[in-house]
């Protein structure tokens, strides 16, 4: 059975883009998000995310998974549930692609050590360096520094975390303390990408994949370096209940199979939550436009209540 889904009222449209900060021609083969998703690979910034560690630095085997497989992970997920919702995904795909190009090398302690190197600069902050690489350090073109993306991109970039303040410019979560970082600011001034608000549905789509793909990919490189054993895994939710049926169903499987049975069984079983969550969501809401999703009081998309526990654990776990 197939979960493709007709095109949501609340998909966002290329055609009504809002444009780019540079204006260019249309491209006669390709809408504006299709268009993002080829520049972004094509960026040097993305050739860079196969030599950034995920957990393991990249020369310590094939089998472990670096940015850029992260990355190319959390694209296919993403497209899944952009599918099944009946959303863009075009412009799922290129947030999916870019969301980690401001990750430093050396996974989240790189990020550590960047952050405390910068305090006096307001620390170092990987969605805002996201940013800065896609409208300023890459350097490709004669007639703009950046990649030029469409705003509903940049957007989706920069709220990958959902709002960074209310609408009365307070900052709120994470920037709470420090207040929205500067390269943000900075470039808002320019072109507004309205801070308070949520992202469009695809972007939200994109940044659960992104908790998805962690949380079962890491239990497989983890597993593979033998960081942990397998009955670790048995006290987790959901991936020991996904352990105990494989075990009862194929008693002499090799770990390799039981350890690729149980990945790909957790990835399903996040995605049909997301997917079941996000339409109840989206019911009650019924939005009629991406508009009335981002001024939306939750995220359209995300996990039902036991599985974001379930998500918790598993993390905390890793």
Not at 83 to 91: T, W
Not at 199 to 227: K, M
Not at 243 to 251: E, G, I, K, Q, S
């Amino acid at each position: 059975m197939t979960v493709t889904a007709a095109r949501a009222p609340y998909a966002s449209d290329p055609d009504l883009s809002r444009g780019r900060l540079h204006s260019e021609p249309a491209s006669p083969t390709r809408n504006a998000f299709r268009r993002d998703c080829d520049r972004i690979i094509h960026a040097t910034a993305f050739r860079r995310l196969a030599y950034k560690t995920q957990v393991f630095v990249f020369h310590e085997g094939d089998h472990y998974r670096t940015r850029l497989t992260h990355t190319l992970e959390v694209q296919q997920i993403a497209r899944s549930i952009a599918r099944a919702l009946g959303l863009d995904e075009d412009l799922a795909e290129a947030l999916a692609l870019a969301h980690d190009l401001g990750h430093p090398p050396f996974g989240h302690a790189g990020e550590r050590a960047l952050d405390q190197c910068l305090t006096t600069f307001g620390g170092f902050d990987h969605n805002a360096q996201t940013l800065r690489v896609v409208t300023g350090l890459e350097r490709r073109y004669a007639e703009f520094d950046g990649l030029n993306l469409a705003w509903e991109t940049l957007e989706g970039l920069v709220k990958h975390n959902g709002p960074l303040t209310e609408r009365s410019g307070q900052t709120i979560g994470r920037y709470r303390v420090r207040g929205v970082p500067q390269p943000i600011a900075d470039y808002n001034r320019q072109q507004d990408l309205q801070l308070w608000s949520f992202a469009s549905a695809e972007a939200q789509a994109a940044a659960i994949a992104d908790d998805i793909a962690y949380d079962a990919h890491d239990i497989d490189d983890g597993l593979r370096a033998e960081l942990f054993g397998i009955e670790d895994i048995a006290v987790l939710p959901i991936a020991g209940e996904i352990l105990t049926d494989l075990r009862a169903r194929y008693p002499r499987l090799e770990l390799t199979r039981l350890t690729h049975e149980l990945v790909r069984r957790l990835i399903a079983r996040l995605i049909e939550d997301v997917i079941a969550e996000s339409r109840r969501r989206l019911a009650a809401l019924a939005p009629r436009s991406v508009e009335e999703v981002r001024n939306g009081t939750q995220p359209a998309v995300g996990f039902s209540a036991a599985m974001a526990k379930t998500d918790a654990a598993i993390k905390s776990f890793l």
